[in-house]
């Protein structure tokens, strides 16, 4: 007998969600979207080759799982607009931030729901995801495995716990904007002593993408990296002690702590 096409719907049609789509095979699965504008809903859908629903309800009646990529302030809202049509044999994955397994199952009031919460970044965009992955106990192992290969299309999957999820979402969901402002003040610092932005951006960036590469091939520590790059007396170790001096390490751990306790304010 062929196995039945599984189907995957997209509440909530934002950047996230369309760089996901855009990482799945079309012919792989029944895909459907639903947003709060129908005619902008459908327009989305002809260009992600998806089919547009004209209300959510409709689409969980339709689909085996359930993506709420959603902003958190309105997932309360959205719930209350599935809760009719949401049966135990569909699987819900959140992907909004603040949200915990248990938050989302007090939001479904249904006993022995399936929930996944996910946590992907704007890599996503590129098919270069960092994403975290957790479940509930009534998500089967082929139910949460088949949610991993989902993510899996566009990026790398980390099996992290839930104790551990405001953490992640940190490091790895906010801290792009972070490496951004770091490419960016290289960048500038190339401009002011001569190079244009636009090739110094250019240098930077290959130079980071490039390191961190070198960071996973390798298995070093990267403070290991660091010495090997800091000769004895050299420029390097100048420029690495200046950072040090100015709280470099510091400030970054602040900023993730700040990013951290800012998600544990959004419920």
Do not use: C
């Amino acid at each position: 007998m062929e196995k039945k096409m599984k189907s995957i719907g997209f509440i909530g049609v934002g950047k996230m969600a369309t760089a996901i789509i855009s990482g799945l095979d079309k012919d792989k699965f029944n895909i459907f979207i639903s947003g709060r504008d129908l005619e902008k809903t459908q327009k989305q859908a002809t260009e992600l080759q998806v089919l547009a629903m004209a209300s959510h309800e409709e689409l969980v009646e339709k689909s085996d799982f359930v993506v709420l990529s959603v902003k958190p302030q309105v997932l309360a809202k959205i719930t209350d607009e599935i809760l009719p049509a949401l049966t135990a044999d569909k699987t819900i994955i959140s992907i909004a931030a603040g949200y915990t397994l248990s938050d989302l199952a007090h939001l479904m009031t249904l006993e022995n729901m399936p929930i996944l919460r996910v946590m992907p970044n704007i890599n996503a965009k590129i098919q270069r995801s960092t994403s975290a992955i957790v479940r509930n106990e009534f998500v089967s192992d082929d139910n949460y495995q088949f949610a991993k290969e989902i993510f899996e299309n566009i990026g790398s999957v980390h099996e992290v716990a839930e104790k551990d999820f405001s953490a992640f979402t940190a490091i790895a969901g906010s801290s792009p904007a972070f490496i951004y402002i770091f490419i960016d003040a290289l960048a500038r610092a190339g401009v002011f002593h001569g190079l244009s932005k636009e090739q110094a951006t250019a240098i930077v960036a290959d130079t980071v993408a490039a390191s961190a590469e070198m960071v996973i091939q390798s298995g070093e520590n990267p403070w290991t990296l660091v010495d090997q790059v800091s000769s004895p007396g050299g420029t390097t170790v100048a420029g690495v002690v200046s950072l040090e001096q100015n709280r470099f390490v510091g400030t970054v751990i602040d900023s993730i702590t700040a990013t951290i306790e800012k998600e544990k304010a959004l419920k």
